[in-house]
């Protein structure tokens, strides 16, 4: 059952409106014919398009999970459709109604298939066979009135069952999507703190043993353990250092290797990736550029749904656009980053970075549209603003 698969609220309505949208194409233009060809009366025409009708709030009932009272009023009315088609010989497709209706409620039951099925099958059927009580017995009317009907709702049970598998598939493959995403923002902070470990573990360490030596040599050797004291200092003066360049991914950090682990991380979370822009501008763009495709990276994997990012890049600049985000109407331009929300804090610090040395960093949200433009200025740029 649907249920049993969880996910994004938002990701299961996108999936709920496909699949009620696939099973109607697949199944209301039938009944449609059926009603209008089928009829021998207007008042009969009538009958069967009512019951198809009530059929469709069991169509929304059945991509979600329960039933409601609603769903029960159009399966007995479905039935009473069908009944009393049978019992004044008119179409033997009123049966339609009754068995696409109890088809899709046996679905949300908690019922063995096959034997709901047949049960469903042996109940239009039975159902059918009271047109025995007011027409002479024929192997016609058993043929219109009992064969027919029991397998057009083996068929329609059919394809309802096909219609549950495809959702359940989908809904599986998003929910392996949003996981194969998880699992990137995870690598990338188990790498994070893998880099903060080798940086500060082994200072912390070589920083314990040279105070334990100036401990020991203080009363004996003071200008010893003075040397031992500074040279601590400077390790941990380096380690801070190390630890900044980290936080702000500097120390290795260029754009070609973040738009190939773009990428990666984006095709790997189910996002078509286009890239734009000449290779030889991405090796010598800013390092700072490449931090700002990473941050964005990071954001739209935690916090963004988006079905594609481009990434365009240019001397000096690099732009990344995905559809993830909808702003409300009006909302677009509302505030800083780190105003409008915690997730765009990190693009508001590369802001202040790149405009200390002459760029800029400017973010667009326009109805589903999410875009992140940065420049870099050269290093005589930032040499003239110091000047």
Known sequence: MISDVHGDPAVLRRMRRTTLLIAMIAIMPIGVVVAVISADSAFEGWMLALGLILSLPVFFIWTTDGIGKGGVFAAVFSLVVWISCALTGASPLGFFSAALTIGLILHRLPWPRLPATLLLTGVVALFGATVYLTQPASIELAERYILMPSIGTLIIVGVVALCERALLLVHQAERAKQAEA??????????????????????????????????????????????EIGEVRALIGDTIGRTRELAYASHELNLPAELENTRNLAEAAGIAVSIDGDAAASRAAHPLLAQVLREATTNLLRHARPMTLTIAVAPGAVRIENDGVAAPVGEEDAGEPDQREPALRGLARLRERLEAEGGSLDIERDRGRFVVTATAGSPADSEEDEA
């Open 182 to 227: 998880a699992l990137a923002v995870e690598r990338e902070r188990v790498r994070f703190a893998g880099d903060l470990h080798d940086i500060q573990g082994h200072a912390l360490h070589v920083a314990r043993l040279k105070l334990a030596v100036a401990e020991r040599v203080i009363d004996s050797d003071p200008a010893r353990a003075t040397a």
